[in-house]
């Protein structure tokens, strides 16, 4: 698949109207499903390439757009996601410092 083309699985005919938030693939069984012992199995069937992981990130970004942002009466929430998101990731990728200046009882 080039940048920019539909799926190969998808088919207008079929489908309908394109949805970038749909897998077109063969349906399996969801991860929230799996058995433990089926799990090894179920992490043999996905696709290893980089291209099936940007479709991922992809349609989990048009679940998250749909749901949240482009309702016609959208509200605080995606900004609130934003913010928390945010706040997340620079507490992780600052944790090394702020660990540094901890008040311990005995110097």
């Known amino acids: 698949m080039a940048f920019g083309d539909y799926p190969a699985e998808y088919n ?39 291209s099936a992981a940007a479709g991922a990130v992809s ?12 309702p016609k009466r959208a509200g605080i929430a995606p900004f609130l996601h934003v913010v928390f998101g945010s706040m997340a990731v620079f507490y992780v990728l600052n944790y090394g410092k702020i660990s540094h200046h901890r008040n311990y009882k005995y110097h």
């Open 59 to 70: 349609r989990a970004w048009w679940r998250w757009q749909h749901k949240y942002v482009q």
């Open 12 to 50: 207008p005919k079929v489908h309908g109207p394109y949805d970038p938030a749909r897998y077109y693939g063969k349906p399996d069984t969801p991860f929230s499903q799996v058995k433990l012992g089926e799990l090894a199995s179920w992490f043999g069937r996905r696709s290893k390439h980089p």
